[in-house]
């Protein structure tokens, strides 16, 4: 991943994309399942279903220099899970760790069973 967010989602859709279509699932934790399996192929930290004061995150990716905050939808839009993020206060047990925090909001597309539109927000 390398601090490439960007780089790492478009490689992510890619991934979702050559999943055959009778393997489909329009189920979020489905989606959540294989992101999780692929982060943690690629050795890193990756926790899920993060519980804080007034919610949960669906994925939290820790890394040396930075902490992923994600929050993924399926037919629904980056912007809500983006507001998710904010609203339900996912990063804020982060922002003393001395590293970024990089929200990220994604939805899934369940007609084309794969990565959709997201959305960045570095603090």
């Known amino acids: 991943m390398k601090g490439d967010i960007e780089q790492c989602l478009l490689r992510t859709r890619s991934f979702f994309s050559s999943i055959p279509y009778d393997l489909e699932n329009k189920q979020e934790k489905h989606y959540q399942t294989i992101f999780y399996l692929l982060f ?16 949960r995150a669906d994925v ?13 939808k399926v037919d629904g839009t980056s912007e809500e899970a983006l507001v998710q993020i904010n609203s339900k206060q996912y990063a804020i047990p982060y922002e003393i760790a ?10 899934f597309d369940s007609a084309t069973r794969t990565l959709g539109e997201w959305e960045i927000e570095y603090s």
Not at 45 to 51: F, G, I, P
Not at 60 to 72: R, S, T
Not at 98 to 107: C, L, Q, S, T, W
Request: aromatic letters at 8%; zero cysteines.
């Open 40 to 55: 943690r192929l690629m050795g890193q930290y990756v926790d899920v279903e993060v519980k804080n004061a007034i919610g």
């Open 60 to 72: 939290v990716i820790k890394m040396p220099d930075a902490v992923y905050v994600l929050e993924f």
């Open 98 to 107: 001395h590293r970024k925090v990089v929200k990220v909001g994604a939805n």
